[in-house]
């Protein structure tokens, strides 16, 4: 099998197939982790919007290993969420299903038996359009969805984790996100290429408001902040930033040379469903020609 121009230019994707990740945003967990220790004593994780399903990989190896030096904890559990469907990963339970609805919230709990996560990620990202005034909204609400369903389901003191768009309007979702974790920090995987605008943001200790009751009908959550100092002047919220990731590990811009006898291989788990899929078939059935006349 020959050298794909992907495996030339992109180590990390490489890597995956090698090391049998089922796509190359595994390495952004595992840099987190890294640098954060977010999964050392964790026992019941959640994964939003999780297809493929490769941060409930690295949530599986590194719960398995937290529950091999404590055996007498209990079992770890992982809840992998999406509205896509997935395809299973052993020890983790799959829920297709919208993070914008209770109900998902309710299954969620009852599958912890009535507790709550130690930890919830999310590395859900719209479909990119290049507008990024459009992109950085729709991720925008998209990580508030996620930070909703979180307030439903994550004990006091655990963690959220979740990707973000940075752009100018930035420390409006920083200021939402101080209401729950007094401990917010974006960033930056080694990972994860210079030239894109995603980081992820990481929210340590979450502590709701007195009396905060978790709800789906409210996606601000009542928030209760100075909009105008949020943006602007020195009152504005700003989090450190912090890139994380061995330094001298890998460059995600970087191309790196192949050694001579490199063989790709395919990735260890195709795509379900792809949107792609049926605008192939369209193009096939000559669908785009007709409707342009």
């Known amino acids: 099998m020959g050298k794909s121009s992907k495996d030339k230019r992109d180590v990390y994707y490489r890597l995956a197939k090698e090391q049998g990740w089922r ?41 398995s290993q937290n529950h091999a030096q404590n055996p007498q904890e209990q079992e770890p559990k992982i809840v992998a969420v999406d509205l896509q469907a997935m395809a299973p990963l052993d020890n983790v ?19 912890f038996e009535g507790e709550l ?75 994860s290429r210079n030239s894109s605008i995603e980081a992820f943001i990481v929210c340590q200790n979450y502590t709701p408001p007195p009396n905060y009751t978790p709800t789906m009908t409210n996606p601000l959550l009542d928030l209760h902040y100075d909009a105008a100092n949020a943006l602007v002047g020195p009152n504005r919220t700003i989090v450190p930033f912090l890139a994380c990731g061995d330094l001298n590990g890998y460059d995600a811009d970087r191309t790196y040379p192949l050694q001579t006898s490199y063989t790709s291989l395919d990735p260890l788990q195709p795509p379900i469903t792809a949107p792609y899929k049926t605008a192939m078939e369209l193009k096939r059935n000559n669908f785009y020609n007709k409707v342009a006349k």
């Open 23 to 63: 796509a190359r945003s595994a390495f952004k967990l595992l840099q987190l982790d890294e640098e954060f220790n977010l999964l050392q004593g964790v026992h019941r994780a959640v994964d939003l919007c999780a297809a493929p399903g490769s941060w409930s990989q690295v949530l599986t190896q590194r719960l």
């Open 117 to 191: 996560a130690d930890i919830v990620v999310c590395d859900g990202a719209p479909d990119v359009t290049g507008l990024h005034d459009m992109d950085e909204y729709i991720q925008a609400q998209l990580l508030l969805a996620a930070l909703n369903i979180t307030t439903h389901v994550l004990r006091p003191g655990g963690c959220f984790v979740a990707k973000i768009f940075r752009g100018k309007d930035i420390t409006l979702l920083y200021s939402q996100l101080k209401v729950f974790f007094p401990t917010v920090t974006c960033s930056k995987p080694r990972s």
């Open 93 to 111: 339970i799959q829920l297709q299903g919208d993070i914008t609805k209770e109900s998902t919230a309710e299954k969620i709990i009852s599958y």
